[in-house]
């Protein structure tokens, strides 16, 4: 079972910028990132597969920005223009599978979770 470490989280204000970290103990083909806000669902933030193709949700595009460092299994978000409605708590998820899943279901692997809080 891989495990994965999310880390970073934290509170900024709008405009501002965090980076989290997601460590896994093995190698894992795609990584994805998810959020969810209080009584909403887990949502799609974006994905990076093995080779760095990256996809995003729309709502982040632009300001978010993933990336991966194949040596260190560790992939990363990169949050910038941070707005109020990106408070969630922000997951990491692994898939074994070679192409990007877009949904939670898509992912094997799941971190504890980290809390992203934007302030106004």
């Known amino acids: 079972q891989v495990q994965l470490v999310e880390s970073g989280g934290g509170l900024v204000q709008a405009g501002g910028s965090l980076r989290l970290s997601c460590a896994a103990s093995?190698?894992?083909?795609?990584m994805g990132w998810f959020r969810q806000a209080p009584g909403k669902e887990r949502a799609f933030v974006g994905v990076?597969?093995?080779?760095?193709?990256?996809f995003y949700a729309d709502s982040v595009k632009g300001r978010f920005t993933i990336s991966r460092d194949n040596a260190k299994n560790t992939v990363y978000l990169e949050m910038k223009n941070l707005k109020p409605e990106d408070t969630a708590v922000y997951f990491c998820?692994?898939?074994?599978?070679?192409?990007?899943?877009?949904?939670?279901?898509?992912?094997?692997?799941w971190g504890q979770g980290t809390q992203v809080t934007v302030s106004s």
């Open positions: 998820a692994g898939s074994p599978r070679g192409y990007p899943g877009y949904y939670s279901s898509s992912y094997s692997y």
């Open positions: 093995e190698r894992t083909s795609v």
């Open positions: 990076v597969t093995w080779n760095g193709s990256t």
